[in-house]
């Protein structure tokens, strides 16, 4: 069984940082590539940043430059520096894994944290 459970969500003034982190309980699993999302109220839960097994990451175009995602593959675990951050960016943060079902990791299963809340207040 896996199971995805973010940390580190709190409140922070705006300019402040944050680090999240998210652990993936997948001993006898691989854990492919691994992303954050963010869901703000009344709105559609968007992509934050997603990184690779490899290290290779991507970010959204409004957090360039602020957040960075990073990954220990030792561990399973996902984390997310924030930095410089914004009023609008209040927000439940998800973590997500993608697992391998195979060994050669041709299929992968799909896990979500249950979320973490980030308040910035102004």
């Known amino acids: 069984q896996v199971q995805v459970v973010e940390s580190g969500g709190g409140l922070v003034q705006a300019g402040g940082s944050l680090r999240l982190s998210c652990a993936a309980s997948?001993?006898?699993?691989?854990?492919?590539?691994m992303a954050w999302y963010r869901q703000a109220p009344g709105k559609q839960r968007e992509l934050v940043a997603t990184i690779t097994r490899d290290g290779n990451s991507n970010y959204a175009d409004s957090v360039k430059g602020r957040f960075t995602i990073s990954r220990d593959n030792a561990k399973n675990t996902v984390y997310l520096q924030m930095n410089s951050l914004r009023p609008e960016e209040t927000a439940v943060y998800y973590c997500?894994?993608?697992?391998?079902?195979?060994?050669?990791?041709?299929?992968?299963?799909?896990?979500w944290g249950q979320g973490t809340q980030v308040t910035v207040s102004s």
């Open positions: 997500n894994a993608r697992i391998c079902v195979n060994l050669v990791c041709t299929y992968t299963k799909e896990y």
């Open positions: 997948a001993s006898n699993y691989r854990v492919n590539n």
